[in-house]
């Protein structure tokens, strides 16, 4: 029996590939960086080619060093950027268009727009999140509107939408399938988070065809096995599905209401699983699904921070600052403090509990002393301020505190931003021993989906803390913290 599981981890700068065995040891990991496109102020793009060669060759150098061969996969995972739009022809294949990414903003002003109609009550009700350039809905019918003879064609049923996840799927199954799961459905701002299915009312709204649309499925299901696929055998299942922050969290195993974690990308995100019913929000934050394994389905509460890692690639390759992004902390440490810097990293906007996509970056407290270090230091600090306001939002719409706080992510091995982030929050910081707890969401719900593992309980004993971080900042010098946070949030 093939006993191995792949979780393909499809993110924004690059694709991360790890092969698992079936005692939930990870075999291989392979990261495949590949181009991010900026034609215009605001505006960010990829070319889906681009993508699928970076899969293409993660999938291939995963294999290779785990001494793997494809016929021994018993099931492929897929988690994703969620929000990202693309548009395909059925019949070839191609994209009309470069797919927008969830950091774009060129719809701000069709947003701007729909609240102003008075629309957003009802977006917010059925869906459970914001009118926001964000999702998918507003960036569908930008490209149906912008690219010639698209709409009629979208109508006629003659094109594909879909997250990356129903991307890579049609690809992997030549086409036999067009699916996405509940947990990317629910961030397009076209699902109804109670029914689990397009919403005609919103639909219409946002002026998307239904016949555009996929299929919406479980999290945990064969949708199609693979075939045609370079450096993969035919035949493999296609078994699990989960939006990139719904797989960390699974990935996490907070499978019990009120657990929760942060993954530390591009972005920071801060889910927190709320039960079997999805909640409301008064302070800005999202209700999204977490998962639907069979006919169970889970919901969290989100926040989200759009720029994290994003921040100190901004270090490396916009300022030129360090050559890779750990260097970001050793830069950070030749300093004891900011010198009063202050960093907000709104450059795509701040999203909850703000959500002013308006906003943009701003470096406060400047001096003649200030160096590349205080510049380092506050934009790591910058990340944690933004992750504490999202906490102190949940913990007060949650109606409980964490008992501690579940770290994943590629930033979060920054041992300096670990600490100030348990400095902030005031409770700690664990930080597993595999931090790639996306791919790993992804494996887990394809595992079993196909038997490789009898249920969750099996996955949660393999949960294993790295590292904790406890708090040790003074009060006061906490206070003092997050007053300057706040006045330049206030600035940004």
């Known amino acids: 029996m093939a006993s191995y599981v792949m979780g393909i981890d499809q993110g924004t700068t690059g694709t991360t590939v790890l092969v698992v065995d079936k005692r939930l040891q990870v075999r291989s990991r392979v990261n495949v960086e590949f181009r991010q496109l900026f034609p215009k102020p605001g505006w960010v793009e990829h070319d889906l080619e681009d993508v699928w060669s970076s899969v293409l060759h993660a999938v291939t150098r995963a294999l290779r060093e785990a001494g793997v061969h494809g016929s021994e996969l018993a099931a492929i995972g897929i988690t994703n950027q969620r929000e990202t739009t693309a548009i395909w022809d059925r019949i070839s294949g191609k994209p009309i268009h470069n797919a927008i990414v969830w950091q774009d903003r060129r719809t701000s002003p069709d947003c701007a727009r729909l609240k102003e109609a008075g629309r957003e009550p009802l977006v917010r009700e059925r869906t459970g999140l914001v009118v926001d350039p964000y999702f998918s809905g507003t960036k569908i019918p930008w490209l149906l509107d912008h690219v010639r003879g698209a709409r009629e064609k979208a109508e006629a049923g003659k094109l594909a939408f879909g997250t990356i996840d129903s991307f890579l799927v049609w690809r992997l199954t030549a086409a036999a399938a067009h699916v996405t799961d509940v947990s990317n459905a629910s961030r397009t701002l076209l699902m109804n988070l109670r029914t689990l299915d397009w919403d005609p ?76 019913e999805p909640l409301a929000s008064g302070r ?28 100190v690639q901004w270090l490396r390759d916009g300022l030129k600052l360090i050559q890779t992004a750990p260097e970001s902390e050793a830069l950070a440490k030749t300093v004891k403090d900011t010198g009063d810097v202050v960093f907000v990293p709104a450059l795509a906007g701040l999203g909850a509990p703000h959500w002013r996509p308006e906003a943009r970056g701003l470096i406060a407290g400047l001096d003649l002393g200030t160096t590349a270090g205080h510049l380092a230091r506050a934009v790591l600090e910058g990340i944690a301020f933004q992750i504490f306001d999202l906490a102190e939002a949940m913990r ?14 590629g930033a979060s091995s ?37 038997g490789v593992w009898t249920g969750r309980e099996e996955i949660a004993r393999s949960f294993k803390i790295g590292k904790r971080f406890e708090p040790r900042m003074k009060p006061a010098d906490r206070d003092r913290a997050l007053a300057k946070w706040r006045r330049a949030v206030g600035s940004a």
């Open 396 to 409: 007060e719409e949650a109606g409980r505190s964490f008992p501690a706080f579940r770290v994943d992510g």
């Open 201 to 276: 009312e919103l639909l219409d709204l946002f002026g998307v065809p239904r016949p555009l649309l996929p299929r919406i499925r479980s999290s945990s299901e064969i949708y199609g096995v693979t075939k045609a696929v370079r450096g993969l055998p035919d035949g493999i299942p296609v078994a699990g599905i989960a939006g990139d922050q719904q797989a960390a969290l699974f990935g996490q195993a907070c499978f019990e209401p009120g657990l929760a974690k942060c993954t530390y990308g591009t972005g920071a995100f801060l889910l927190q699983n709320v039960g079997s």
């Open 284 to 311: 800005g934050l999202l209700t999204t699904v977490a998962w639907k394994i069979g006919e169970e389905v889970q919901y969290a509460f989100e926040g989200a921070s759009f720029v994290a890692g994003a921040a």
């Open 414 to 450: 920054n041992d300096l931003l670990m600490q100030f982030q348990a400095d902030l929050l005031q409770v700690p910081v664990e930080r597993p021993r595999m931090i790639e707890t996306t791919a790993l969401g992804a494996a887990f719900l394809a595992g079993l989906a196909t």
